[in-house]
């Protein structure tokens, strides 16, 4: 095991052990929180590192970066590749016939394209709904963050649910940059209260995955619920170069 795997793979095994003392903590069992590994903006060589250290998700947020790595990466056919960032209409054919996953999904335009190229390719997405539970204008999703409001988005959403190819799993959301991990807590909780919501509008869905937390505030978003949580810099380190803008 060379260098730079070993010292992936020692992170990789402290944040998964964070993960469970988080889970535990929150009478919740570890084995139901899936890790992601971002290895967005980092080049080949440190996604195959992280597989190699032990990673089975990966999570790329540029579709022509991502498909790039997974095509090279072939090989660890284990692996699943999920897509977690936003992705434009003009990309989705990319995302729809590569990917494994995809945690973004933030509008009915994109998921009618993701739609049809999945039927086209013969597969059923995977989708999480990605929702804006902070009130930021630089974050994606369908506008969440005034609870009275919510029903204003079941129209949409249920055009959403209705297309052949997708298989809408749960939610999605990044929550305003705090200066402390707790600091992310009531968005966390705010998005666990849409989950409640949706699941009641639309009981023939089973809204069971919440992702939610990064490197920052990880833990607490397992503690809040968090079915998935996409770690990167605390795991493969800092971006090393920049990338597309989507």
Known sequence: MNELVQSIRERYLATLDKIASAARKAGRRPEAVKLVVVTKAQPLEVARSAIEAGATILGENYAEEGVMKLQSLRDFSAVEWH?????????????????????????????????????????????????????????GGWGAWDESRWSELTDELAQVLALPNLQVRGLMSMPPLGETA???????????RLQGFLAAQFPQVEFAELSMGTSSDYEVAVEEGATFVRVGTAIVGPRIYKTETE
């Open 182 to 192: 707790e600091f992310s807590r009531p968005f966390f909780q705010k998005l666990r």
């Open 83 to 139: 897509m977690i960032g936003h992705v434009q209409s003009r990309k989705a054919e990319l995302v729809a016939v590569n990917f494994n996953f995809m945690h973004s999904l933030d509008g009915l335009k994109l998921a009618k394209r993701l739609d049809r190229f999945a039927g086209q390719a013969g597969r059923k997405l995977p989708v999480l709904l990605e929702f804006n539970i902070g009130g930021e204008e630089s974050k």
